[in-house]
Structure formats: C-alpha cells, structure tokens
C-alpha cells in the first residue's frame, strides 16, 4: 500500500507540474482526486483490508489527498493567480484607482510624535523654545560655569559671544521655570545643533526630546518609573532600564539610561557593541543652581529632567546605518516609510 | 583615560575577575568603555653571547656569527645589523620563534650562506620604536634564559570615560580610591621619599605674582641626573596606557602624573638663566617655542613660568624648548604646582595646545598632592637616574588657602531626592567609604525637613563636592541606584491639553502624507548665495542673516531666511536620481529672521539679540509638466487646490488672491494666500523659470507656504445648522465667454445675480478650440437652487436663470451658448 501511495505522490505532483493551464489542470484534477480518480479508488479498496491495515492506509491515504489538493492549488496560482471571472469577463487582475498616491512622514518626526503622544498619555505637556538661544539659557543657566571643560562636551555654533544655536533641548527647561510654578510635567521636542563634521554616525542638526517634571517631592525612584514607563510603551518589550551614575551640569545625580539591547535581547550583538544594553538617553534630578536660574525659592521643590536623542532611537527602530539618510531626503529612502504612522 | 590593572593593583585589591570589576566600576559612574588584554611575550626567544664574529663571504654589510644560545653546540647565524660583534650578549631568537608581527622564524639561506635564526633588535620585538641595531644587554644571566624573564609583560587595561567633574580619576590612584569604595577595602598611597641626600643648596628662589593664578608653587633641585632609557618596567606601564616612553627624567614626571593625578615639569637647570622663578602673567604677546618644537603666539595676559631672562614654560600646559632635559642634562629643577584651572584651560584653548597637564588643571588639581608628587618623583629619580637631592627647596603657596568647608547633610533630604528610605547610620557609612570625614550633629537619626544630620569634610582631591546634593550623589552611585524602587510613575495633577499648534502640524503631517506627498527634514542653514539666486531685491528684509562665526570646516555659515532652497535642492536631487514625477514634497520647518519682533514674551534683557523663528508649512509640485483645466499647469492646478483643502481641512479661512510681488515665483501664475483678517500669510503658485535655472533645477517646480505661527490655528468651532429637506433644482449653463473674462469674474456675477435661491454654482467644463469661436471659450456651469419653505416651480428658476443671463451679457458680453 504504502509503495501504491508513494508512485501516485509522485506521479500526481510530475503531472501537475506539466499542466500548462487551466485547463490541463483541471484535467489533473479529476483525473485524481475526481469521482473515478486514482486517489479515489484507492480510498474505495481500502475496505478490502484488515481492520488495522485498513486504519493506517486510510490515515496515510488522507494526508495524501491534502498534499495533492495543495500542489494543485498552488499550481492554479502560479498559472494566474486572480483569473477573470468567467461570469463577467471583467478583468479584475487590473490596478485599482487611489484617491490619492500614498506619501509618508518623515521617520524622525513619526518617531518624535509617537515619543510626545506616550508622555502626553502620561500627562505631559508640550513646548518649544528657540533654537537660536542665548548662552545664558543653553549654558549659563543650565549651572555650565564659565569657561568650564563641560562645554567642550558640546560643540557649539557660536553668532558671538552671547547667542548660539542650542546644543540641546534642555534651555527650555529653563524657558518654561521661568514662566510656570509647578507642579510642571513638560516635553520640549526640537531641532539642536552640534558643531561637528557629518559621518555616519553624526549630523550637525539632528532632534531630542527633553522632558521635565518639577513638584515638592519627585525623586529619582519617580524619574526610574517614568523612564521605565516610557521604555515599556515606545519599545513594547518588557525589557528592564539601567541606571548609570553620569554628569550633566544641570542635573545632580546625574545618570545615563541604558535600555537592553532590542535587537539581540541583551545577548550582545554589533550594534550594542556586544554589551547587550542600549544607551538611549540622559537623565538626572534638577540642579539646585537651575532652580535658583529660574527664581524658585531653594529647597521648595525638587525635580527630574531627561532628554534622549531622536535620530538615534529612530536609527534603532528603523534599522538605519547611516544617520545622514535622515537628512538627504531622497525618496528612495523616504518612500520606505508610506504608511508608518 | 586607560588604567592599567597591573599599576592599579599596586594601591587597591579586589578579588573579582575584570568584567565584574569593569562592570562595578561603571555602575559607579566611571564608565569601562573597553578592556584590553596585553600580552608581550617572545616565545622561542633567548639570551645568548656572540662567540664569533666574521664578514659574511658574498656581502659586504652582512656579517657571519656563532652564537650560544645555551643549547650546547654553537649556532651558525647570519645578522646585518652594523653594532654586532663578539663578546656581545643579545636576544636570539631560535628557528621556530614568532616575533611580533606574525613574523616566524626558520632555516633560510642567505647569500649562500645557512642561517640557523636570527639576533633581535628592539624595533623587531617592538621593545622600542629605535632599530639602529641589535640589543646590546647588559646581564650576567645565562644563555638560553628565555627572553620573556627579561621583556615579557602582561597587563589588563581598561579604557574609562572620565567625566568633566571627575578630574580625581584621570590618575591610577583616583581609581584605585574609588575601587576601595566600591568594595569596602582599603587603598594605600604610592610610597614617598624622605631622606635627604646631598650638602648642596637648590639656589633657587620662588615668586608668584598673584596667588589667585597659581595657589601653589614648588621647585625641587636634582644633581648628577644620568639620562637613560626608564627602567623596563616603567615604559612596560607608560606603553600599556598608551604614553610614549622618552627618558627617565621625563617618563618619571609622567608616571608620576599618570599615577597621582598631579602634572610635573622637569626643567634642565643647567639651561636657566638666573636663579629666580617668577610665575606671572605675559605682560604682552610674544612667541615661544614648545616642548613640540612648534612656535607658538602667546597672547598678553597669558599666566608663563619664567626665569630671569623670559618664559621658559606655559603655565600648566607645557614647557618651552629653551629648558627642555636632554641628553646632556646633568642637573634637573622639578616642578609641582597648583596652576588656576581657568587660565590653564583660556591658555590651551587659546594656543590650540592640549596637553595631559592642561587637560588636568583645567579640570582642577589637588592641592595636597603638589607636595607628594613631587617627593615620590624624587624617589624614582633617585631610584631611576642616580640623581642626587637637594637638600632644601622653594615652596611658595598662598598664605590665605583654607581647605573646603564642611558640608551640612539632611538624611532627610537624601530620600527626598533619592525616593530611599536610607538612614543615618548607612549615609554616615557610604560617605565614610568614599574617604569623607562624618561629624555627626544633633540628634543623628532625626530625620525631618529641617534637620541636619551630619557635618561632612571633603578631601582636597573631591573638590568637585559642593554642596548637599553633590554628597546625595555619591550617596546614589555607592548605595546603587538599581535599589531604586518607584511609586508606579509620577502622573501630574490635571493632565495634559494638546495646543492648537501641536494638533494642526500632527494633522497637517497626517493628511499631507495622505494626499501623497512626502515628508522632508532640511538644514536649517543656506548656502552663500542662496538669495542672489531666488532673486530677492537688495533691500529685501530677508537677506539680513545670522552667520556663525566657527563653522565647520567648509560648512554653510548663514541660516535661512527663506524656505524654496531647500525646496528646490530636493526637487533637484530626486529628479536627477530619476525619480517619477509628480514628485510631491512637504515641510514643516523653522527660518531665521533678525532683528524681528520674537512674538513671545521675554525675561532675558539680550533676548532681543535672538532673530524671529517663523515656521512655515511648504508643499512642493516638482517635475509635472501636464496641463489640465483651462490649460492650467496640472502643478498649478493641484497647489491651489491642496491650500484651499488644507484650509478646510484645519478649519482656517485661508483664500488665495492672484498675484504676489514674490521675486521667485512667476508673477503671472502666483497667489497671495491671505488670513481671515486680510494679512497675507503666504504664498503659492510656479517658481520662476529663472530662478529654477539658477537651481539648477531640471522641470516646473510649484509651491505654497503658509506661515503656522502667524496664525491662529484654533480650529473655527463646528455648529450645526438646520437644512432644508425640500428638493434641488439643478440647472445647467453653457457658456460662450470672451478670453479677456476670467472664471471667477463670471463666478461673481452667477452668485449676485443668481436671486435668493440660488444655493450654489459649480465650473464643470471648460472648453477652448474646435467648435468654439477664434478669442472664445465655452464655460459649462452647474447651478443649484432650492428654497427652505417648498418646492420651487420652473417659474422661479427660470426667472432665476434669466436674471443670470441678463447680468452675464450686461457685464461681460456672455452669451448662452448654441
Ligand atoms: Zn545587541
């Protein structure tokens, strides 16, 4: 029996194979699996065998029949997959009309929006500053001493000695002191810039997000929960964040927010450089200095701050290599985002 | 900064294996960024003595030797090198050695002669960047002694970041302090001198000008100093953290800086003029020449270490050629100083120089290591280069410094901050670890808002701790801040409302895509140029802008003031990549306009420096050549119509007014796009075919932009209205229309004249050629009528239409049509 079935498998598939429409496959078909097909008889001489034989050549005879019936079909959509209707004669196999051709957001600000929309989910409202700014609010303020080693980190656009272009989003941080009394939960998106040459992994503009939360008694546990919060929204995995003591003049403690790495799951691979986590933003409790800058009374409130760059996590999601696709804007690039929302 | 372990070990033990103490460390704010393994060893290479020594037979700068390399029977060898000789004790290198370089060595011929391995010099097993000739050693250890007894070496290295704040860990023992922190142990200082040799006077007298520049100076006298290579040992640690070996006078101060933290100067004694030290300010520019031979302008006011002719070193950041130690340096004055940190980091930026010590003092030296530095380098120099030392030396500080004060901590205002539940007795213990002084106040555990429970002494080296939130910090790093455990998130009391603005860019970004258009991000700079080629008058407002005064190496330095560059460069860059038209872009970005009104309020009196920031939404038709409706530029046609539905799609009562006095636009097929209240708020229409040749630009490129933060873009409220349920009539017109009247002109007309019933009229043909006389068009027009209270009778409509008619034919000389 089971040699019967093997030759028929065989004979079955080579004839589909051969069909070259329709029509011969139709032929194939009935030729098989149809009323007086060879698959058929077999199933009708299946009563002539014992019990037990006759249950496992009836088992293997059904996988048979399944097996066939796939190959035929999938034979049927090599041939021409939608067919006209034979009823209408309409070739429904032509392109349909859109309403409009399709476009697309630019990844970086689909990547920002949906970053704004979880912290408004959360509470947080939104604003911007400048991005020409004043030394003052982009460093002085920030508790940046004069002519201090902490302004090498940044590279900064200088328009004279009082006005640049901002190297980070957190002067609005100072913007946004200046006018409100907490409690405050803000996001501040935008533009900043770096004076340094492009490659692939730096662009002198590029995006951040920063965030601020200022009331009588947040703490760094709040911050822990809120990144966490964020993490767990914007990446959907589960994944825990860690906490690495860092420096920024305007926080203290000051910490740099390691997620683990989306892309190998914290085994380590090439784009965590084998560490298995993801730096993705810095974060801190406000400086006493950046309250003072904003005209709180000392020791009132306390507060937290972050700020994560967004070219970078865009990268991450999108699986980009070379940051300066972000700016060429060439739709070869571009048209691989239509309907990324 | 790398930190050598084998260094580090040293001052501090631990017992963990590298990556659990690179990833402790790292936890603890100093971030291990790579672990290097070094391994220098020289498998099959021993020590030997040349026995022979003969000139090879076919080559005259060759030379034919038999070595003992301790086997037994001599080894016949062929070596190049001139400095080979008998007698000579040198590192062999046996048949089957592998040398740095993946070089092995095996049985050759040269020039007819066996060779049975090879004698080593230092540049080939990479022992020094010299390789004039063989080693010449200088051991009394027997032949065949493997080599890696003498030259082996094997290190971990770890490469840190060392933050801005955190000048006490760009030295081993910084590290090695924070090591013992981590684990609870204690760390030791590197050993100092203090015996005196020597009857001689240093002769040397100190002067610092001002105290606020240098707090601290002292000079130490060395004499009979032999210049030599270091001991193997220490160029072994230099070349591990990647500092270049040069002599034992100069590696000692290095080691010594790289070891504590503190910078050193060695001058060659014997090459000052005088005998006086005056640390002052350059009274006006000079040039110098530096240590790396380069000449350098020296702008007044610049803080120099001078003697009694001139400058002999850039304070903090290098000294000058002038007393540089050399070969024939007998007598050395060593300095150790406490250098202002601003005026080392004014002077290095100021001459483009950073040096290892300029990189310290800026960040700020510890004052209670000038003094220990400078006695454990005059040990290793007396240990290393058989100096001598003087008996006495010059120190001259600042009589009014005071170590820092002691700092009040709140347990109470720990948790605040933190969100722990720590207690006294934990803080006491972790600031303790760190080498703080804990002096307990009041009642210890009463932990309130006003209560201080400890007064903590900061060392010299952690002058970065000023204030109670720098001590919270260490608290965090120490106590680990994956004990962190929140409340579940921070949720502000109210939430949040989106703004107008915010939702009319996510929409606008939403339906724009939509349509098909797509999305594009450009510079926020323009190129010098830009607004010759959109042809802006000279008087344009716009060519006023704000040009960086440090950009990057042949970068754009003028920010824009206008958008259609940006526009045009992405037309051109996609069109040339061959991309299908209608290309479709849009943009929403910022330009840059000084001297504006900023349109916000402002608290900061130099605000007024800052330019305007207006955002722009731009949509952009690039590369359609096709015409539609009335002969219309198909472009044309579609920008019009995306600002009218932009406009009801934001419920923003935009309208479009032909013309515009936009120099890049074609004036002949431009809009004005005007607000509710008349201002103009942008423009639309085909940019001029000139300025698309100045582009560069290979098709019609049309476009609009509106101007978002110059309006209100609170949506017009929706309310309902009741509508009547009686039927339309609808009629329609035929129209023969002289080629001189426009569309709308006759658009107006239809809607005064149409009575009060007429609901609306709608252009459904247009028709200019055959069948329709030579300076006239057919117009074909849709009109609706309906009344709220009934049906309407043919009657009325008729009367309706002939009203129409009669208007059309009085004003414009229109006939109905056939
Ligand atoms: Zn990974």
Known sequence: MQEMIDRLRSEASAATAAAGDDAALEAVRVAVLGRKGSLTALLRGLKDLDEAARREAGAALNVLKEEISAVIEARQAELGGDRPAASSGLDLTLPGRAPAPIGSRHP?????????????????????????????????????????????????????????????????????????????????????????????SHSSEFFQVEGLVVDRSVSMADLKDTVDTFVRNFFGASAPTRFRPHYFPFTEPSVEVDMQCILCGGKGCGVCKQSGWLEIMGAGMVHPNVFKAAGYPDDRYTGFAFGMGIDRIAMLKYGITDIRLLYENDLRFLNQFRGVQ | MKISLDWLSDFVDWTDETAVLAARLTAAGLNVEGIEQINKTFPGVVVARVLEREKHPDADRLSLCKVDDGTGAPVQVVCGAPNVRAGLTVLFARVGAELPGDLRIKKSKIRGVESHGMICSAAELELSLDGAGIIELDTKLPNGTPADDLFGFKDTVLEVEVTPNRPDWLSHVGVAREVAAIYGTKMSLPPVFNAVQGGESLGVKVRVEHYADCGRYTAWGLQRVKIAPSPRWMQNRLLAIGARPINNVVDITNYVMFEMGQPLHAFDRGQLAGNAITVRRAPKNTS?????????EVEAGTLMVCDEKGPVALAGVMGLGNSEVSEKTTEVLLESAFFNASLVRKASRRMGLISESSYRFERGADWDMVERAALRALQLLQEHAGARIVPDWADRHDPDHRPADPLPLRVWQVNRVLGTAVNTGQVAQILQRLGLKVQPMGNAESISAGAVNMMVQVPSHRRDLLMEVDLIEEIARIHGLDQLTGRGGYRVPGGAVRRPQDVARDRLRGWLSSCGYTEIVTSSFMEAGDHDKLALAADDARRATLAVVNPRHGGDTQLRTVLAPSALAVSRRNLNAGATPPLRFF?????????????????????????????????????????????????????????????????????????????????????????????????????????????????????????????????????FEPFTRFPAVKRDLSLLVPAEVAYGQIRDTVDSSGGPFLESSELFDFYRGKGVPEGQAAFGIRLKFRSPKGSLTGETVDAAIGEILTALKDRWAIDPRG
């Not at chain 1, 409202?125 to 090498?152: C, I, K, M, Q, W």
């Not at chain 2, 110098?288 to 350098?296: A, I, K, M, N």
């Not at chain 2, 001297?595 to 800052?610: C, I, K, M, S, V």
């Open chain 1, 108 to 200: 970086l600000l689909t990547v920002l929006e949906n970053i704004c929309d979880i912290f408004h989910g959360m509470g947080f409202s939104r604003d911007e500053g400048p991005e020409v700014e004043l030394d003052y609010y982009n460093f002085t303020a920030l508790n940046f001493p004069d002519d201090h080693p902490a302004r090498d980190i940044q590279d900064t656009f200088y328009f004279n000695d009082k006005v640049l272009l901002r190297t980070q989003t957190s002067p609005v941080q100072v913007r946004m002191m200046e006018r409100r009394e907490p409690p405050l939960a803000c996001i501040f998106p935008g533009r900043v810039y770096r004076n340094e040459n492009a490659d692939a």
């Open chain 2, 288 to 296: 110098v020449q530096t240590l790396d031979g380069q000449t350098r």
């Open chain 2, 587 to 719: 943009q929403i970005n910022r330009v840059f306009r000084p001297g504006q009104p900023l349109g916000r309020d402002t608290r900061h009196a130099d605000e007024a420096l800052l330019p305007a920031e207006h955002e722009y939404v731009q949509v952009i038709v690039a590369g359609w050549r096709d015409t539609g409706l009335g002969g219309l530029p198909c472009d044309l046609l579609e920008i019009r119509g995306t600002v009218e539905a932009m406009a009801g799609h934001l419920r923003l009562p935009l309208t479009l007014e032909a013309g515009t006095d936009e120099s890049w636009l074609d004036a002949g097929a431009a809009w004005s796009v005007r607000a509710a209240d008349g201002r103009v708020v942008g423009v639309a229409g085909r940019v001029a075919p000139g300025v698309l040749a100045a582009f560069d630009v290979d098709g019609p490129v049309a476009l609009a932009e509106v101007r978002l933060d110059d309006l209100d873009l609170t949506p017009a409220p929706a309310r």
